[in-house]
Nanobody, 127 residues
Framework: QIQLVESGGGSVQAGGSLRLSCEAS????????MGWFRQAPGKEREGVAIIHTGGGSPYYGYPVKDRFTISQDNAKNTVYLQMNSLKPEDTAMYYC????????????????????WGQGTQVTVSS
């Protein structure tokens, strides 16, 4: 069982930055796919950024490429999402998710394939 706790959301003006953190209570943290997803009111949950904690290239959703960066600190069992050049359309509830992946060379990108979820943190970007 893994528990995920997000932090770092808030309100910011367009063009600003925020950094989200997701701390995981898990053994063998380096064997997980960790992802950030977001869901705006009336919209489906979408993948923002995903990374395997054991290494490899991260995945970014098209709307956030070149603006958002996912990173990890395995010593702290924590994944980060640095969000720069924020836009009003980035406003959503952001969720951290985890999928046990000890052997998989890559990570899924669909939310249904992640079995563990945090409670979410709200990000609001005003114009």
């Amino acid at each position: 069982q893994i528990q995920l706790v997000e932090s770092g959301g808030g309100s910011v003006q367009a063009g600003g930055s925020l950094r989200l953190s997701c701390e995981a209570s898990a053994y063998e943290f380096n064997k997980y796919c960790m992802g950030w997803f977001r869901q705006a009111p009336g919209k489906e949950r979408e993948g923002v950024a995903i990374i395997h904690t054991g290494g490899g290239s991260p995945y970014y959703g098209y709307p956030v490429k070149d603006r958002f960066t996912i990173s990890q600190d395995n010593a702290k069992n924590t994944v980060y999402l640095q969000m720069n050049s924020l836009k009003p359309e980035d406003t959503a509830m952001y969720y951290c998710a985890a999928d046990w992946a000890p052997y998989r060379p890559g990570c899924p990108t669909l939310s249904v394939e992640f079995g563990y979820w945090g409670q979410g943190t709200q990000v609001t970007v005003s114009s």
